[in-house]
């Protein structure tokens, strides 16, 4: 992971000024504990800012309820993580170690003091996510995924995890060894998602894993927002940063995984400030907690079904399966495209188990030393066969086209020519797939032949369609799907669309050009116009403008 925290260890330990404190015990009420008694349990809400004034505080393995790690946390140290600034749960139980007295501030509170001091606010971000890289480096969490190696609902888990950085450990169902013979017994040696001994997810689903972390709708505090931002991919997260900076209510609704397409990519290498490159995952992650910083909060993985205007001028968005309503004032489409599929029989039933859209650590640990095939000729394809050439036996690109020159940057193509790992395979296709229970091998055509080729691992990545279905037809599209605004709208902004308070930004906004950066400038820059429509509307109901602009 690049990752947006501290080494842990090599970090300076440095207390809280006194007055930092002070400010904290005005908000905050002080507790006793006794030695052995608990502070939080796995999936407790982190609704308290946790300080320690004397005593100790251990972190607990919840499975054999001996101490995690050797460190533990003294008088001017506090406890807590990430995913206190989006509500989140405890992962990891918290145990006095000895009598222990501590201040204890409700999240809203603190989260305010740390708005109104920086210093305070950097202190205790910069510890919470030198943490939460300590947690990834060590691969250690209660978090335990059991099966992933054969089961499809398991892997869609640890792709949520992966890709919202949460840490986990997976054990494979057919082999374990170690703590993952412990681990199978307690699932029942079928695939299994587990937090801790005896708290086994009977339904393990992205969904079912998040509502345990806090990150779904149901810990949301209010479902009436300044701005609902729909997507969470670089041009949603970064307007989330930027309503946030600019006092703007928002809540960004996200479908699978911050970071969307970016965050399938292991290396962008062409946004402006990382020139030895940065994972797409990285990136919204930090954009995340920056945004989490300023008070924006994310809810995930849920999908906006529809979208209404109501006749006080507001939007309200329905949410898939439990008919959640969220309303705003002004609504953020961002989101984006989605994978297309090929028209192959068996297809879907072997997505997850070999046939792939996006090519991450993940996929590529299913696939290492075994050969696999890449389809696309454009630069995600190009990119993930320079990703998984690093793992796989050997990586064949499979391109419909005579010639990569029209699709592919020139650096990337160069590159993929130049590595003895990789084979380009021009005007051929993939016509056929084969295997059971998972993919064992494709047919390939080329030039009216046929040949069949042993396959690790299928990549598909031949572009993508706008996910504009749930405007249900309140915005005007263009013929493929894309959302218009500006002047060809007939709106008053650039990002507007043809209904005034619902803008559009990256790769879903027809004319876009679809990379990561002008998706990030577009979701910055529209903030300025959602702020002014926002405030418009605060005033026509009588209150004041959100926060404080600073033009
Ligand atoms: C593998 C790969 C590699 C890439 N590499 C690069 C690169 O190196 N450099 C570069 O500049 N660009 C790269 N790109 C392109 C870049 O990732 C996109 O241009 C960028 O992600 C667009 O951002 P976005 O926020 O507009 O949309 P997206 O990234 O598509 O994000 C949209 C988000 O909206 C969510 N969503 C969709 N519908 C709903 C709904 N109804 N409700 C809730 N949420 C919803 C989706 O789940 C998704 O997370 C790459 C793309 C891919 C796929």
Not at 282 to 302: I, N, S
Not at 334 to 350: E, F
Not at 482 to 503: H, K, Q
């Amino acid at each position: 992971m690049e990752s947006i925290g501290a080494d842990l260890e090599e970090m300076k330990r440095q207390p809280l000024e006194r007055e930092e404190v002070d400010a904290i015990a005005a908000i905050a009420e002080l507790r006793d504990y006794a030695a052995g008694e608990t502070v939080a349990e796995v999936g407790d809400p982190m609704d308290r800012f946790v300080y320690v004034l004397t005593g100790e505080i251990e972190l607990v393995d919840p499975y054999t309820q001996q101490r995690m790690i050797e460190s533990s946390l003294g008088p001017t140290q506090f406890a807590g993580e990430l995913a206190f600034l989006n509500a989140g749960a405890h992962t990891v139980p918290l145990r006095a170690a000895r009598p222990t007295r501590t201040l204890e501030a409700p999240r809203a509170a603190m989260l305010e003091l740390m708005a109104r001091r920086p210093r305070l606010a950097d202190h205790v971000i910069g510890v919470f996510a030198a943490r939460r890289r300590q947690l990834f480096e060590d691969h250690r969490s209660s978090i335990k995924l059991i099966g992933a190696d054969r089961d499809a609902r398991i892997q869609a888990v640890g792709r949520f995890l992966d890709r919202n950085r949460i840490p986990y450990e997976s054990f494979d169902l057919d082999d374990p060894e170690g703590e993952g013979i412990h681990l199978c017994q307690l699932a029942d040696h079928a695939p299994a998602v587990i937090f801790a001994e005896g708290m086994i997810l009977d339904d393990p689903t992205p969904r079912a894993v998040a509502r345990l972390l806090g990150l779904d709708l149901n810990v949301c505090e209010r479902a009436e927002v300044d701005l609902l931002i729909v997507g969470g991919g670089p041009a949603g997260v970064a307007a989330a940063v930027y309503a946030g900076a600019e006092g703007l209510d928002a809540l960004v609704v996200e479908d699978s995984a911050i970071g969307g397409q970016a965050g399938s990519s292991s290396r962008i290498e062409n946004y402006m400030g990382f020139p030895t490159g940065i994972s797409g995952a990285d990136l919204a992650f930090r954009g995340q907690v920056q945004a989490m910083k300023f008070g924006t909060r994310f809810v995930m993985p849920r999908r906006v079904a529809a979208v209404a205007r109501t006749e006080d001028e507001r939007f309200c968005a329905r949410l898939e399966e439990d008919d959640e309503e969220i309303c705003a004032p002004a609504v953020l489409v961002a989101t984006g495209v989605q994978y297309r599929r090929l028209p192959l029989p068996r297809l879907r039933a072997l997505e997850g188990k070999g046939v792939y859209y996006a090519a991450t650590e993940m996929e590529a640990r299913f696939c290492a030393g075994q050969p696999v095939l890449v389809v696309g000729g454009g630069n995600s394809a190009g990119q993930a066969a320079m990703f998984l050439a690093r793992h796989a036996d050997c990586v064949k690109l499979i391109v419909r086209e005579e010639a990569l020159a029209e699709t592919m940057s020139s650096y990337l193509r160069e590159r993929l020519e130049a590595d003895p790992a990789i084979e380009i395979h021009l005007a051929s296709e993939v016509s056929a797939l084969h295997g059971e229970r998972r993919l064992e091998a494709v047919t390939v055509r080329h030039e009216g032949d046929e040949r069949r080729e042993p396959c690790g691992g299928l990549f598909i990545m031949i572009g993508a369609a706008p996910n504009t279905g749930w405007l249900s037809g309140l915005v005007d599209l263009d013929a493929e799907g894309f959302v218009i605004t500006g002047e060809e709208a007939g709106a008053g902004s650039a990002y507007e669309t043809s209904c005034p308070g619902v803008y559009a930004v990256g790769d879903v906004r027809a004319g876009s050009v679809k990379r990561v950066a002008s998706a990030v400038g577009e979701g910055s820059v529209v903030v300025s116009a959602i702020w002014r429509h926002v405030a418009r509307c605060h005033e026509r109901r009588g209150e004041a403008p959100p926060g404080q602009r600073e033009d």
